[in-house]
């Protein structure tokens, strides 16, 4: 058996929000490793929006959301994806459960923020019934391949957070780098119960215009030995072995559009920011007449700052903690 885990994020550029990273793993027969996961499992999901006919949207989060169409699929394919999994009991109604589902350890540091303190309450909405025979539908297939969905994790950066890290590692870059090679370690480490002739493989979307992972690599995995597969401007692959295990990892452009796993992972990290972001607006429209919403991206985020000063005294904030460093 392999073990294929795919990892992307979403909120790299915004100015306002969290920065958040997921790993979706999935075990499957080794001589599925090559193959288009999204043909392998057709009558549970597909790529495009066009046709599902009730599957599931697994695709880049920014072809699956769009502010006029909303968070419906983000939601659905995850929440999906969640309950197909052994350790999920039902699918989650609100996002305190949903960030605990996704061993997300934020929990604890959102009552910092005012706009954050009912989070964990906050409403997930979406049709639960037909959440459910969409994932029995995947679990079904995923079995009937030989496949199984064992793990959903995600890393949720808080804006103060987040600048704390750029503070000890100097850039954004880092900060996202030093969180994806946490999750890669944290896989590493699990293992999903596969034995000593398993294979590892961990799928990550190319990291800015990076083309040589060596020097970086050696800095996280200092103990492990690295050996070099490939590298070059579209895939840079490494094997990475120690404490009796192995790992292959791969940093490919467009991995999201290629990886199924990458994809979903994409999708998890979209429908997390976005539940946060939605927290952060709900929370300032509701205490600034005429103040309008925001995606929290530059330009627009510069905007929704801009804004909140004209309403000072009667609402204040730490910037630290709403404002991104650069």
Known sequence: MAIVVGIDEAGYGPLLGPLVVSSVAFSMPEELLRADHWKVLSRAVAREKKNLAGRLLVADSKKAYTRATGLEHLRRTTLAHLYAMDRCPEVPQSAGPLLALLNCPCGDGLAEYAWYKSFPEKNLGGDRAAIEIASAVLANTLAAEGMKIVDMTCRVLDVGHYNRMVDVVKNKAGVLFTTVAG??????????????????????????????????????????????????????????????????????????????????????????????????????VERCTGLKPTAGYWTDGLRFVKDLESHKPQITYDPQKLIRQR
């Not at 072995?241 to 979903?264: E, I």
């Open 183 to 284: 999750l890669i370690n944290d896989a590493f480490c699990n293992g999903y119960g596969i034995g000593p002739d398993g294979m590892l493989q961990i799928i990550v979307d190319r990291q800015g215009g990076r083309d040589n992972y060596v020097p970086v690599l050696r800095k996280m995995f200092g103990e492990l030995d690295l050996r070099v597969i490939r590298q070059d401007d579209r895939l840079c692959s490494y094997e990475l072995t120690g404490r009796g295990k192995a790992m292959r990892l791969h940093f490919a452009v467009k991995a999201d559009d290629r990886h199924l796993p990458v994809a979903l992972a994409s999708m998890v990290s979209k429908y997390v920011r976005e539940l946060f972001v939605e927290s952060l607006n709900s929370y300032f």
